[in-house]
T-cell receptor, first 114, second 108 residues
Framework: DAGVTQSPTHLIKTRGQQVTLRCSPKSGHDTVSWYQQALGQGPQFIFQ???????QRGNFPDRFSGHQFPNYSSELNVNALLLGDSALYLC?????????????FGEGSRLTVL | AQRVTQPEKLLSVFKGAPVELKCNYS??????LFWYVQYSRQRLQLLLR??SRESIKGFTADLNKGETSFHLKKPFAQEEDSAMYYC??????????FGGGTRVLVKP
């Protein structure tokens, strides 16, 4: 099991552009969460997907949207990129009904907005 | 709204010395607290959770509801403990709220 995989690992965009990040969850997991980690800070929750629907959302603008596919993989889309969107974007998978609270993280996609 | 605070950005200790990482939280519900760790060039991973009351790699953490704290302790630090540590609080639906993290450097 490769665990949670994310792509791409690094990317550079310019202000105003759009970006799509991808995530495949750990085998057997049905829930995907996305976190943004700015330099020197802890991860911040963006949203969570289960059964192809957004179930929870953090304090992020509508420019941030996502999708979950029937195979549980997920995408994070960010429109109209701002310089402040530069960060490491982490995907984490879990079992929604698991009460352990354990998330399995990917290595992240580092986005640089110029 | 929930909040997690880790007041120390960096803790530097010598090998064999005790280490304590502070974590304070604010949450109106019944908290579930976790410590996650990120070793160099590795992904973020769970270290321990307060519910299981376990000791992992010699680390323990006690939930103190009166002081709203969940400090992480190890009596004798090892060089392999050098890493970034994040305290996290679980809200409904497996959403985690993370603190800002504490970098631990264990010197030989």
């Amino acid at each position: 099991d490769a665990g949670v995989t994310q792509s791409p690992t690094h990317l550079i965009k310019t202000r105003g552009q759009q970006v799509t990040l991808r995530c495949s969850p750990k085998s057997g997991h049905d829930t995907v969460s996305w976190y943004q980690q700015a330099l020197g800070q802890g991860p911040q929750f963006i949203f969570q997907y289960y059964e192809e629907e957004e179930r929870q959302r953090g304090n992020f603008p509508d420019r941030f949207s996502g999708h979950q596919f029937p195979n549980y993989s997920s995408e994070l889309n960010v429109n109209a990129l701002l310089l402040g969107d530069s960060a490491l974007y982490l995907c984490a998978s879990s079992l929604v009904w698991g009460r352990t609270g354990e998330l399995f993280f990917g290595e992240g996609s580092r986005l640089t907005v110029l | 709204a929930q909040r997690v605070t880790q007041p120390e950005k960096l803790l530097s200790v010598f090998k064999g010395a005790p280490v304590e990482l502070k974590c304070n939280y604010s949450y109106s519900g019944s908290p579930e607290l976790f410590w996650y760790v990120q070793y160099s060039r590795q992904r973020l991973q769970l270290l321990l959770r307060h519910i299981s009351r376990e000791s992992i790699k010699g680390f323990t953490a006690d939930l103190n509801k009166g002081e709203t704290s969940f400090h992480l302790k190890k009596p004798f630090a090892q060089e392999e403990d050098s890493a970034m540590y994040y305290c996290a609080l679980k809200a409904a639906g497996n959403k985690l709220t993370f603190g800002g993290g504490t970098r631990v450097l264990v010197k030989p």
